[in-house]
């Protein structure tokens, strides 16, 4: 869920969702105290407006006891100089906030509580209710203290006038209104902590929780820990926040994998660089110290010492232009010159350049051009060369059989020149041809340290052909021979209509 909305929802939950309890909570409050007022004191409404109005709901309660003394007065009025049957009246109206009256004439016969309320504040004989339908109707004093006055009219037996009096007082409250508010206040109360933790658990779950676990993050990356993951599925900020941070975290596992390899690599080639220059030079310094000390005492001696001298040069040159080379592959900077080449050319003079050092080494050469003499591809003639070269000097290297051949074909495949070179030599495993094209691979580590080389020949090759857009694969028989094959896209000319 997106930030927004879920901030949307929240400030919605905020605002209406404890009010709509609220609401629902005062309505079921009010209908239960309601129907326990109504059990409890006898008063018969549909309606909440006592609830609000204390006065009002005392002049509900009391209609029982005033629709009794209504009866009375009617039929016995002489029972209101009874002071048991007054006290008994009293004493009911006592457990609903009120008291009894009696006035004979003018003189008051019965006060059922000690109060403040003079005679003067009573309604003259007349002025009450008189009726069982205004059972709930009454007179109200303002004063020190709001008092509701119920008033009966009657005669005595012996022609007096007589008034009943059910005074009842307004800051009274019933126990079940005060209860009332009380549990309202405390359902809000629990309404509002009820949201807030809900929305606190709602947004820890959304927001703070992933946020916690970036932070958990950020802690191991600091520390080089990078194995750990972060799963988060979602479409908000935040799942999209940890699935970038995830990705990151990945790049980087990847880049410091990427990193120790290359170094492994570079310890690797620098080592087989190191060992591969020490037979050179220990030669080197053999040769020339038999000069320096006279032992070649001869021209012949010396030409030949000579002449051994500068090949292990060369060989050293090369083991250096090989690293130089690699260390351009590793940053991707090889130096290209390509140029539109005549492969029937091209392949004669470097066929030619081969021959000549394969024949010093008594390995036989056969050429074989399937190409069309017009056939011509785009590529570096340099570069071209050092593949085949390398590929060459590989078979030279592994070379196992007393009458050494290499054989050369061209051929035309379609849109490409392939370019095959065969060798009788020692051959390749089968489980290790997947992994000749890699860097410092050895198929035979104790051969490889025999033969010497640096272990990226291959994988210079591979770049270079790749680069040219080709491809290059390998075949082998162990004690047969190895046949490497690679392909170069043909230049065609393209021809615009005017």
């Known amino acids: 869920m997106k930030l927004k909305t879920r901030l949307t929802i929240s400030f919605c939950i905020i605002i209406f969702v404890p009010i709509l309890l609220a609401v629902f909570v005062i309505w079921g409050f009010q209908k239960f105290q309601i129907k326990a007022i109504e059990t409890t004191y006898g008063i018969e409404s549909g309606t909440y407006t006592y609830l609000t109005n204390p006065v009002q709901l005392l002049n509900q309660y009391t209609k029982r006891n005033y629709e009794r003394l209504l009866k009375e007065a009617s039929g016995n009025p002489d029972r209101?100089?009874?002071?048991?049957?007054?006290?008994?009246?009293?004493?009911?109206?006592?457990?609903?906030?009120?008291?009894?009256?009696?006035?004979?004439?003018?003189?008051?016969?019965?006060?059922?509580?000690?109060?403040?309320?003079?005679?003067?504040?009573?309604?003259?004989?007349?002025?009450?209710?008189?009726?069982?339908?205004?059972?709930?109707?009454?007179?109200?004093?303002?004063?020190?203290?709001?008092?509701?006055?119920?008033?009966?009219?009657?005669?005595?037996?012996?022609?007096?006038?007589?008034?009943?009096?059910?005074?009842?007082?307004?800051?009274?409250?019933l126990p079940e209104v005060q209860r009332l508010f009380f549990d309202v206040c405390i359902s809000v109360l629990m309404i509002l902590i009820l949201t807030a933790a809900m929305l606190i658990i709602w947004i820890y779950q959304g927001i703070i929780r992933p946020l916690k676990?970036?932070?958990?993050?950020?802690?191991?990356?600091?520390?080089?820990?990078?194995?750990?993951?972060?799963?988060?599925?979602?479409?908000?900020?935040?799942?999209?926040?940890?699935?970038?941070?995830?990705?990151?975290?990945?790049?980087?596992?990847?880049?410091?994998?990427?990193?120790?390899?290359?170094?492994?690599?570079?310890?690797e080639l620098i080592r087989n660089i190191a060992h591969d220059l020490k037979t050179p030079i220990t030669a080197v310094k053999g040769y020339s110290e038999g000069l320096l000390d006279g032992v070649a005492n001869t021209p012949e001696k010396q030409e030949k010492y000579l002449r051994t001298i500068n090949s292990k040069a060369n060989e050293m040159?090369?083991?250096?232009?090989?690293?130089?080379?690699?260390?351009?592959?590793?940053?991707?900077?090889?130096?290209y010159n390509f140029n539109k080449l005549n492969v029937a050319e091209y392949f004669n003079d470097c066929i030619e350049e081969v021959g000549m050092d394969l024949e010093t080494k008594q390995i036989g050469l056969a050429y074989f051009n399937y190409v069309d003499n017009d056939v011509m591809i785009i590529a570096d003639p340099e570069q071209l060369k050092r593949v085949i070269h390398n590929i060459i000097g590989n078979s030279v290297k592994y070379m196992d059989k007393q009458q050494g051949l290499i054989n050369i074909r061209i051929k035309d495949v379609g849109d490409f020149i392939q370019v095959e070179l065969e060798d009788n030599g020692r051959g390749i495993a089968a489980k290790d041809i997947p992994y000749i094209f890699e860097r410092f691979f050895r198929a035979d580590a104790s051969r490889n340290s025999a033969t010497g080389g640096s272990g990226i020949g291959l994988s210079i090759v591979k770049k270079i052909i790749e680069d040219h857009g080709g491809k290059i694969w390998a075949t082998s028989k162990e004690s047969v021979g190895t046949v490497m094959y690679f392909v170069i896209r043909k230049y065609q000319e393209v021809i615009q209509n005017e």
């Not at 109707?137 to 009966?152: A, F, R």
């Not at 080089?224 to 908000?236: A, C, Q, Y």
């Open 213 to 267: 676990e970036l932070k958990t993050a950020t802690v191991n990356i600091q520390q080089g820990n990078l194995d750990f993951t972060i799963e988060r599925e979602g479409s908000d900020e935040i799942s999209e926040l940890c699935a970038s941070f995830e990705e990151m975290r990945k790049r980087l596992k990847e880049s410091f994998e990427q990193q120790i390899a290359g170094e492994q690599e570079n310890r």
């Open 317 to 335: 040159d090369a083991l250096l232009n090989e690293l130089t080379l690699y260390s351009k592959i590793d940053t991707n900077r090889i130096p």
């Open 80 to 173: 209101f100089l009874e002071k048991a049957f007054l006290d008994k009246i009293n004493r009911e109206l006592k457990g609903k906030y009120s008291y009894l009256i009696v006035r004979k004439e003018d003189i008051i016969i019965y006060k059922g509580m000690n109060s403040d309320l003079e005679e003067k504040d009573l309604p003259g004989y007349g002025e009450g209710a008189q009726e069982e339908e205004d059972a709930v109707s009454g007179v109200y004093v303002d004063g020190d203290e709001e008092i509701l006055i119920k008033q009966i009219n009657f005669n005595f037996t012996d022609g007096d006038r007589g008034s009943a009096f059910i005074i009842t007082t307004s800051y009274e409250v």
